[in-house]
């Protein structure tokens, strides 16, 4: 079992920057496969970024490709989304997913394809 905790949301103005941060506990394995999603009120999740735990390959929704990066910490298990010149549209409950199983590249923007999931921070920007 894995227990993942996702801090660092809050309230920001639009072009502000802000990192998340996901601490994962308990079984954790070196070749595993994290992502951030995001999920606005009546709206789908919806996949923001992706990375391998090895940190060679990370991938970028289109609408924060640029703006936003995803990054591990192997030795804290954790992971990171630095998110610079936020949008309103950026405003959501983020989520932090993780996969014991590696996931095939087509497959990393699915939600369905990761088994164990944060609570969520709140981001909100908003002028």
């Known amino acids: 079992q894995v227990q993942l905790v996702e801090s660092g949301g809050g309230s920001v103005q639009p072009g502000d920057s802000l990192r998340l941060s996901c601490a994962a506990s308990?079984?954790?394995?070196?070749?595993?496969?994290m992502g951030w999603f995001r999920q606005a009120p009546g709206k789908e999740r919806e996949f923001v970024a992706a990375i391998r735990w090895s940190g060679t390959n990370t991938w970028y929704a289109d609408s924060v490709k640029g703006r936003f990066t995803i990054s591990r910490d192997k030795a804290k298990n954790t992971i990171s989304l630095e998110m610079n010149s936020l949008k309103p549209e950026d405003t959501a409950l983020y989520f932090c997913?993780?996969?014991?199983?590696?996931?095939?590249?087509?497959?990393?923007?699915?939600?369905?394809?990761?088994?164990?999931w944060g609570q969520g921070t709140h981001v909100t920007v908003s002028s």
């Open positions: 997913a993780f996969s014991h199983q590696r996931i095939i590249q087509s497959q990393l923007r699915v939600p369905a394809s990761y088994a164990y």
């Open positions: 308990g079984r954790t394995m070196s070749n595993i496969d």
